[in-house]
């Protein structure tokens, strides 16, 4: 019989409106981000998937780890990691984030900081 674990975090969302920042507090709220993630990997993939689905592209595991200058094996790990969470679907395409954001949240962020 296995035993689960549920723990409770309290993370402060970021006051400023700020891409980095509100992606940051998303992945450390979800467990996607943690203290071992030095180089903020998982929030980098996450970004720049973002950025893919604001374009209405998907990404693959070949064109990830190039855009984030990652290893493909990195790229395959935080994929699988968002696809079992509900947050990135798998499609004919490759994966692509399945949250919706609005076209005035969209224009407020800066997307060129995963560019």
Same mark, same amino acid.
């Given at each position: 019989?296995?035993?689960?674990? %549920?723990?409770?975090?309290?993370?402060?969302? !970021? /006051?400023?409106? #700020? $891409?980095? #920042?509100? %992606?940051?507090?998303?992945?450390?709220?979800?467990?996607?981000?943690?203290?071992?993630?030095? #180089?903020?990997?998982?929030?980098?993939?996450?970004?720049?998937?973002?950025?893919?689905?604001? &374009? @209405?592209?998907?990404?693959?595991?070949?064109?990830? !780890?190039? &855009?984030? &200058?990652?290893?493909?094996?990195?790229?395959?790990?935080?994929? @699988?990691?968002?696809?079992? =969470?509900?947050? $990135? $679907? &798998?499609?004919? /395409?490759?994966?692509?984030?399945?949250?919706?954001?609005?076209?005035?949240? =969209? /224009?407020?962020? #800066?997307?060129?900081?995963?560019?």
């Amino acid at each position: 019989m296995s035993t689960k674990i %549920i723990i409770i975090k309290e993370i402060k969302q !970021p /006051r400023e409106e #700020n $891409v980095a #920042n509100e %992606i940051e507090w998303l992945c450390e709220s979800f467990g996607f981000a943690n203290r071992r993630d030095k #180089n903020k990997t998982a929030m980098r993939i996450f970004e720049i998937m973002l950025q893919a689905a604001h &374009k @209405d592209l998907a990404m693959s595991a070949k064109t990830l !780890p190039e &855009k984030a &200058k990652i290893a493909r094996s990195t790229a395959i790990h935080h994929m @699988d990691r968002y696809q079992q =969470s509900g947050i $990135v $679907v &798998k499609t004919t /395409r490759g994966m692509s984030c399945a949250c919706a954001m609005s076209k005035t949240q =969209s /224009r407020k962020w #800066n997307w060129t900081c995963c560019a």
